[in-house]
């Protein structure tokens, strides 16, 4: 049956033809009356045949299955249960063979016609699979009479033909792929073969759910047939290419039709998807193989953005030491570097995403930004040692690519894990934090005169400070101006911040006794005229900061007190909003409190330890941590 069916796939030659058409003769039967008691018969015991035409005719028109039913009928004649068999019989039976033959012989070439075939072709084949389907059902029957002489050409086994036919068809048309216009983009010969592959069986698989498939049964299950043989065929042709020495773009290209084009852009049809079980395909290469090429791709590509990015680093760097300022965009100075990279890594993310269909598999790409922002915080360390001129520009620059890479990592989620999100934040937070210090240096360094009397008798009686001290803070903010707007706010937070804390420090010093309750009026009076001031002045200019007043406004409370309980339940709310309020801190302050002895201070400690219970829900940012008291 395998030689037949191989003869037939490989199709028979003009001149084969004629000699079938003139050797395949059927014979005429004479007629004779039935004589039931019989039993033996002989050829003229057969039926005539009632049809119009005969097999030769019906052959010659393509009438396939009513040829074959036909030979079927002859077929129960010359094997009849209790014939006797002659020389005659052994003939008859001979020309039956070889009418099958010829028969077969046309149904196997309208079944390799499939994906080639016009409408009438189409219906050639529709007879054909009904002969199939004949001859399958003549298999079982004989099957099931083994005490009967059975024709030597029984089982046919015309499905199994039919499916090794397909097989054979499909394998050469993936070897042998239509030629069509190829994207000029597509310049090896590698992923020209993947292409024209690719694009052959998505035209045949269109054609088998827009025509073949009508012509079959539905036992056929026809369009997950062409399905499999197409799959297969592609996945043997893809494991070759694979396992030879690949580029980079080939190896980009190999992915891309396995991860994506082929899944989605062929198997997404609208109709393949409604007709084929794409599911039950499985991928194109072995697990194993996808994960070396996989390996050798994503190195390749951390390679490749390392040395980019490397390369944009270089040549800021460059920048710096020629002492050249950064451009002035809008009105404030930036630079490329964070935008150039950020587009490094996320063009490199997108061709990954998109050629391996996995944002999982992405992260790798995520790391080098990590690994930039290192190497741009050392930069920046060094650089700020060797005090060029240009150190002022470039410091606002760095503070708006920071800002640009905190927004990136923000918004790509998907991108990098918490993990290394949490790291890289920290980097430009300390990133942040140099360039803001280097920018506040000479501010607290003009002010420092002015806080030296914060906390003292002379704040308390004399010259409004707070006032001067915000004077010569908008002086300065007038210089940085160029900075950003949510970069500038950023620094005046930071600022604020600052101011603040160095005006408590001030005022636990120690440096101020107060002697009764007029003073300590006064005092409550004076923090809560500077605690408006400073709050209303920082917020109008861009600082938002707003939870700092409660700083001063809690000091404030404890000031205004003279019940030593009353006082221990301000401290220990107080503490339960700043859970970073030391003991150190509270005695400080209670040392302003001059009706208060050492139990009274002792008590009032142990109560805010009570407030500082973990279980606090307290949501403000660390503020006392950052006053350093003695």
Request: glycine letters at 4%; aromatic letters at 8%; charged letters at 30%.
């Amino acid at each position: 049956m395998d030689e037949l069916a191989e003869s037939y796939s490989n199709g028979l030659n003009v001149e084969d033809r004629k000699c079938c058409k003139s050797r395949f003769k059927l014979p005429m039967f004479k007629r004779q009356r039935k004589n039931p008691s019989n039993l033996q018969t002989s050829p003229s015991d057969c039926p005539p045949a009632t049809e119009v035409n005969s097999f030769e005719e019906n052959l010659r028109q393509f009438n396939l299955s009513k040829a074959g039913q036909q030979l079927i009928e002859q077929e129960e004649c010359l094997f009849k249960s209790g014939l006797e068999v002659d020389a005659e019989i052994e003939q008859e039976r001979d020309r039956l063979q070889r009418c099958y033959e010829s028969l077969l012989f046309q149904v196997w070439l309208s079944v390799q016609g499939s994906l080639s075939a016009g409408d009438k072709e189409l219906v050639i084949l529709k007879k054909a699979v009904q002969t199939i389907q004949q001859e399958e059902k003549q298999d079982e029957r004989w099957n099931k009479a083994p005490e009967m002489e059975v024709p030597v050409w029984r089982p046919r086994q015309c499905w199994k033909t039919h499916d090794f036919l397909l097989q054979n068809m499909v394998t050469k048309q993936m070897s042998e792929p239509d030629e069509v216009v190829v994207p000029e983009v597509l310049s090896s010969t590698l992923k020209k073969d993947i292409y024209k592959m690719g694009k052959q069986l998505y035209k045949d698989l269109l054609k088998v759910v827009q025509k073949v498939k009508e012509c079959y049964p539905t036992e056929f299950d026809v369009c997950n047939l062409y399905a499999r043989l197409y799959h297969q065929a592609f996945s043997q042709h893809l494991m070759k290419i694979a396992e030879s020495s690949l580029e980079m773009d080939e190896l980009k290209y190999l992915l891309y039709w396995v991860y994506d084009e082929y899944p989605n852009g062929v198997l997404g049809h609208e109709q393949l998807k409604a007709n084929i079980e794409c599911g039950t395909l499985g991928a194109l290469l072995p697990e194993e193989m996808l994960r070396l090429l996989e390996e050798q791709y994503l190195t390749q590509q951390e390679k490749t953005v390392e040395t980019w990015i490397s390369t944009a680093l270089q040549k800021e760097h460059k920048k710096w030491k020629k002492g050249e300022l950064p451009a002035c965009d809008d009105g404030y100075y930036m630079t490329d570097v964070a935008i150039d990279v950020i587009q490094i890594v996320d063009g490199a993310v997108k061709e990954t995403s998109h050629i391996l269909g996995d944002t999982t598999k992405v992260q790798r790409i995520g790391c080098q930004l990590e690994k930039f922002l290192e190497s741009y915080e050392r930069s920046l360390v060094v650089y700020l040692k060797l005090k060029h001129d240009n150190i002022g520009p470039v410091t606002k620059a760095i503070l708006t690519s920071t800002e640009q890479c905190r927004d990136h990592i923000l918004r790509c989620t998907n991108l990098y894990t918490e993990e290394m999100r949490t790291r890289c934040l920290a980097i430009i937070n300390n990133m942040e934090e140099c360039c803001q210090k280097y920018l506040l240096k000479a501010i607290h360094q003009e002010l420092k005169p002015y806080y030296r009397n914060l906390g003292t008798l002379v704040w308390l009686t004399e010259v409004d400070y707070i006032e001067v001290l915000l004077q010569k803070i908008e002086d300065h903010i007038e210089t940085n101006r160029d900075l950003k707007l949510t970069c500038l706010e950023a620094l005046l937070g930071r600022l604020h911040q600052e101011v603040v804390v160095e005006y408590v420090r001030r005022l636990m010093k120690k440096k101020l006794k107060l002697k009764d309750e007029e003073q300590q009026e006064k005092l409550v009076k004076q923090l809560c005229e500077d605690n408006e001031k400073l709050h209303c002045w920082f917020t109008k200019v861009g600082s938002k900061e707003e939870w700092l007043s409660s700083v001063l406004q809690g000091i404030s409370e404890i000031m205004k007190l003279q019940d030593p309980e009353s006082i221990k339940l301000e401290v220990a709310s107080l503490a339960l909003v700043f859970p970073d309020l030391s003991q150190q801190h509270v005695s400080a302050l209670l040392y302003l409190k001059p009706n208060l002895n050492s139990s009274h201070i002792k008590n009032i400690r142990q109560s805010m330890v009570t407030a500082q219970s973990p279980n606090g829900l307290s949501t403000a940012k660390p503020f006392f941590s950052r006053v350093k008291v003695k």
